[in-house]
């Protein structure tokens, strides 16, 4: 059997590799399509370190040639996808989200149906059949913590990237937008000095031009001696997960990630809004969020403003099971079952269809 795996953004790859590598032990093979972009030659390391068969294309009709030659058994696709029926003429494919946040995109992407799509939780997969009853949605479980899980050597070196390893570590993961980002003050790590940062921004903060306040205040941070700013190299958000005790984030999906590790979180209220997001015009915030977003947030303590969360960040790192079944029975919603097998799942429906 043969897959390719669509690589339209880099931040895919970590729920790609986990079925890859399962497929391999299987005696099935595997490409990479990656797109040309600024960070080819990052990429290029990447393909070699994990010695990946991988080709590169401009744009998505030049992916599809691809695809139309090569005749592969299933094609894999993070995001919905604009010449499906096209690569539906040889081959079947595909949908594996890359993240399980509260975005209402999470369930629009599959207006456009792939053969399958495959989902985190009996609650998602229940949702999508009666949004798309003609679709085929498999319940999996999140296949991108499987590493994590199985204890595969998925988390830093802490002293290797400078930090102190007797230090209790945090990870700050915020999205692009609406981010908490531009909220933080430029002095904040110098008062979290008794921890490890780690700064996982999302990859757009810092490839795209237009978010270049924000990279400016990343780098500022990225100069404190108890901080460590994610390269693109670290396109990978799972050793952040599997390295630190306690995680900051905003409306990301890397808050459900770490929480579904049974970790505490903190969630950003305060988060910087485009002046089209406000006001009478908040309807749009609302509309780019899930219709559980509400419900969602309860798996997290809130701080409201940035001057309550330092006093949050102590009292859960120092009492983590604060909210533990909060986020037990959350986990279950978002992720479905964490058993380490969600990609063995995943390619053993593939062999089997």
């Known amino acids: ?50 010695n990946l068969d991988a080709i590169w294309v401009d744009n998505q009709q030049q992916a599809t040639e691809y695809y139309l030659e090569q005749k592969a058994d299933w094609v894999f696709f993070a995001n919905s996808y604009p010449h499906l029926d096209q690569v539906h003429t040889v081959s079947k494919s595909v949908q594996l989200g890359h993240g ?72 700050y993961a915020p999205t692009f937008y609406p981010s908490s980002i531009e909220r933080f003050p430029k002095h904040w790590p110098t008062e979290f000095a008794e921890y490890n940062i780690l700064i996982k921004p999302h990859y757009f903060s810092v490839a795209k031009e237009k978010y270049r306040k924000q990279q400016q205040l990343l780098t500022h941070w990225a100069n404190y001696e108890n901080v460590y700013l994610a390269k693109v190299e670290d396109y990978s958000l799972v050793p952040f997960l599997a390295s630190a005790d306690l995680l900051i984030s905003d409306a990301s999906s890397a808050l459900f990630e770490f929480a579904a590790l049974n970790k505490p979180v903190i969630w950003c209220d305060f988060l910087k809004l485009r002046w089209s997001y406000r006001g009478p015009l908040s309807y749009r915030f609302k509309k780019r969020m899930d219709q559980d977003y509400g419900e969602y947030a ?25 909210l533990e079944s909060v986020r037990l029975a959350f986990t279950e919603k978002l992720a479905g079952k964490l058993d380490g097998k969600a990609s063995k799942r995943i390619v053993e429906y593939l062999l089997s269809h």
């Open 100 to 171: 399980i946040g509260p975005k209402a995109s999470y369930y629009t992407k599959s207006d456009t149906p792939t053969t399958v799509r495959f989902v985190e939780g009996a609650y998602r997969t229940a949702r999508f059949n009666d949004m798309y009853p003609n679709d085929t949605f498999v319940d999996v479980g999140f296949c991108k913590l499987d590493p994590i899980i199985n204890q595969e050597g998925a988390g830093f070196d802490l002293s290797s990237l400078g930090l102190d390893p007797s230090k209790p570590t945090i990870v």
């Open 1 to 50: 059997m043969h897959i390719i795996f669509d690589v339209l953004h880099l931040y895919y790859l970590p729920q790609y590799l986990p079925v890859y590598k399962e497929l391999k032990r299987q005696n099935g093979s595997a490409s990479f399509v990656f797109y040309h972009d600024i960070h080819d030659q990052v990429i290029k390391g990447i393909i070699e370190a994990e």
């Open 298 to 322: 309860d798996i997290a303590a809130h701080a409201k403003s940035y001057k309550h969360l330092k006093q949050l960040v102590d009292s859960h790192y120092q009492n983590p099971a604060q």
